[in-house]
């Protein structure tokens, strides 16, 4: 670890910044800057994080989550439900991240449900207009599961690999996430990325970033990547990649496989996806982007400018799940939401964004008519099934993650989402969804968005009515 400090230090001193001390700053994004060293299941690294206060409030104290420690033994609330005990493809297998240290700091502590919080007191205040820069060290032993971080059977998922601070709400603190079965238990504001990897050389690496610099040092590599106004990063190693390149406009394409006879289909796709939502939606917000393949226990998962694809999809299900987690570069990575409470925007809009493209692109063979019918039927069947049970129905969209059965939570987060921008089409008229949708990305890429505020992109009366009444569970279907 002390190699990785040295790193640290020397690389904040070139770049002109003054570490571990509070000054005043123009308004700018924080800045992440993560040094790890990956070897044999174990991730050693360090974060020096740059917290830069845009409020009109004082801090003394900041707060990050640790997903990584959702993955310990005896977990009150565990990344999967035994359900998904395949996932632990060799058995129960567990990980955890341990922080080593915080400097400067006037202390800190793990806390949340699993030690998922970490709570660190400054040393001053750090008042509007002012930064203050931190460095923890950490350890993250990974379990050996399908799914978003830890060893999967033929590469190694580094995603919410690293501290991350968590979102923080005017005037209600900074917002703190349970890692829920459910859904995607994450929320945080976007930053700036510097990130440099080293691990063993026969490793090739697929990142959120654009690859800066890659040298060999003895046997290993050391890759570094960049990546700015992101909300996350997350990068997959395997020692079986094969990579497929292409180009849309401006962006850089990077498909990573090892298990597909139709690579070129799923290239040609995801480069059809990045052409056609930015024509819709507005322009693509990063370099680079790269679709994984990988092992995990559902379709996919995505992060910003990169996401994964499960190994284990067929050709059909594989192409769905592309074009889904594509569509979150726009929904979710650019324009953010809470996703613990708020896991329709995103989901919804990804859903409704996929059946907007295969309806465009019918040489992929996947009926856009039929995900709707589909989405109808589903929800049909939660309504019938909470009355018969409980003698009314809740489809209530704005619980947080853990209050949802894992049926439930599908069915509402992107059946009735796409089933709400169905009826705005329905209510609106198709043009004014798109003009308001192309009016939602302007005004929110880069920030955090509410319900009401999609409501209002789209100007017309009536719009907040409905979004409400889905949102409530008061909407007839």
């Known amino acids: 670890m002390k190699r990785i400090m040295v790193c640290v230090m020397a690389l904040a001193l070139a770049a002109g910044c003054l570490p571990f001390s509070a000054c005043s700053v123009q308004k700018q994004r924080n800045i992440y ?64 991240m341990e922080i080593e240290s915080v400097s400067p700091s006037a202390g800190w502590e793990l806390s949340g449900t699993d030690g998922t919080l970490l709570c660190v007191r400054l040393e001053e205040e750090v008042y509007p207009d002012e930064s203050v820069t931190l460095t923890i060290e950490y350890t993250l032993t990974l379990a050996k599961v399908n799914h978003r971080t830890g060893i999967a059977e033929r590469a190694v998922n580094l995603g919410n690999f690293y501290p991350i601070l968590c979102a923080y709400e005017r005037g209600k603190g900074f917002y703190e996430c349970d890692y829920a079965q459910n859904g995607d238990p994450f929320y945080s504001a976007c930053a700036d990325y510097f990130v440099q990897l080293k691990a063993p050389a026969e490793y090739v690496a697929a990142s959120s ?46 498909y990573y496989y090892y298990s597909d006879e139709e690579a070129e289909k799923t290239l040609r796709l995801i480069a059809d996806c990045i052409a056609y939502f930015s024509k819709e939606y507005g322009a693509y917000a990063y370099e680079t982007y790269s679709l994984v393949q990988t092992g995990f226990c559902f379709g996919g998962m995505e992060y910003p400018g990169l996401t994964y694809v499960s190994d284990a999809l067929s050709s ?162």
């Open 33 to 96: 800057k993560i040094f790890a060293e990956y070897a044999d299941g174990e991730l050693q690294a360090a974060v020096e994080f740059s917290f830069f206060n845009d409020t009109e409030e004082a801090f003394d104290e900041l707060k990050f989550q640790l997903y990584g420690n959702a993955y310990r033994e005896g977990a009150q609330m565990p990344p999967l439900s035994a359900a998904f005990a395949s996932a632990y493809y060799e058995g129960k297998s567990y990980g955890q």
């Open 209 to 254: 970033g654009q690859t800066v610099s890659a040298s060999a040092e003895g046997a290993s590599k050391v890759s570094t990547f960049e990546l700015k106004n992101a909300r996350d990063f997350a990068i997959v190693l395997s020692k079986d990649f094969e990579v497929l390149q292409t180009q849309a406009g401006d962006t850089q394409i990077a």
């Open 316 to 477: 059909q299900d594989k192409l769905y799940a592309a074009a889904h987690e594509t569509a979150h570069q726009w929904w979710y990575a650019a324009v953010g939401n809470n996703q613990d409470v708020d896991a329709w925007m995103d989901e919804g809009l990804a859903e409704y964004a996929c059946v907007q493209f295969f309806a465009a692109r019918e040489e992929y063979g996947i009926d856009a008519d039929a995900r709707i019918r589909a989405a109808r039927t589903a929800m049909n069947a939660l309504c019938n099934v909470q009355t018969q049970v409980f003698g009314q129905a809740d489809t209530s969209m704005n619980r947080p993650l853990r209050e949802y059965g894992a049926y439930e939570y599908v069915v509402l987060a992107y059946d009735k989402g796409l089933l709400l921008f169905e009826t705005l089409e329905d209510a609106l008229g198709a043009s004014a969804v798109s003009a308001g949708l192309k009016r939602y990305y302007a005004d929110f890429s880069g920030k955090t968005a509410t319900p009401a505020d999609l409501a209002a992109s789209f100007r017309r009366a009536g719009a907040l009515s409905i979004v409400q009444s889905f949102v409530d569970g008061t909407a007839v279907l």
